[in-house]
């Protein structure tokens, strides 16, 4: 089945600085893969999401790339805000019908 | 707008008692999900519902795990006994299909504590 390995686990960065959160999948028939955003004591909720067919998806400061022959894809968040401060996670979605698997997240904290 | 309603929202029993949660997915959704989120790690697949049949189950442990969705609509997630391990967030998910692409709507969860 598929596995989702992200990094780092924690990282912290100056309001305005980028920040890059990167996942690796398994199974190459992986097909939509979504990233998902969880404040403190809150339920996950979706950010942004890429399918197989595209490389690269904007939000206005938060894109996502995905390099298929590599099994990578990244959660870019530029011009950051402390409300940016969550856990991040990324999700891929195997065989049609299958559930998403997550990865174990990333801690962003934004320091003003 | 819609969500995902779960309950209870936190849950304190003691190891070998029986705990049960409840979700009521989004309606018009086909697919439902619960999820185990232990205290920070991503959420892990327990089952996976397509209307009232099971799709996936392979990570429920089902010698003390069980879950239903008889209508089609609410489900049920019961622990019996529980373990000090099974302490996690239980959050509950809903999608139109299961098809790719769909989006997960989550529940708040249901936050069980196992002393």
Known sequence: GENVEQHPSTLSVQEGDSAVIKCTYSDSASNYFPWYKQELGKRPQLIIDIRSNVGEKKDQRIAVTLNKTAKHFSLHITETQPEDSAVYFCAAKGQAGTALIFGKGTTLSVSS | ?115
Do not use: N
Not at chain 2, 43 to 70: G, T, Y
Not at chain 2, 73 to 102: F, H, N
């Open chain 2, 1 to 115: 707008e819609a969500e995902v309603a779960q309950s209870p929202r936190y849950k304190i029993t003691e190891k070998s008692q029986a705990v049960a949660f409840w979700c009521d997915p989004i309606s018009g959704h086909a697919t439902l999900y619960w999820y185990r989120q232990i205290l920070g790690q991503g959420p892990e697949l327990l089952v996976q519902f397509q209307d009232e049949s099971v799709v996936d189950d392979s990570q429920l442990p089902k010698d003390r795990f069980s879950a239903e969705r008889l209508k089609g609509v609410d489900s049920t997630l019961k622990i019996q006994p529980a373990e000090l391990g099974d302490s996690a967030m239980y959050l509950c998910a809903s999608s139109l299909s299961r098809d790719r692409g769909r989006e997960l709507f989550f529940g708040e969860g249901s936050r069980l504590t196992v002393l």
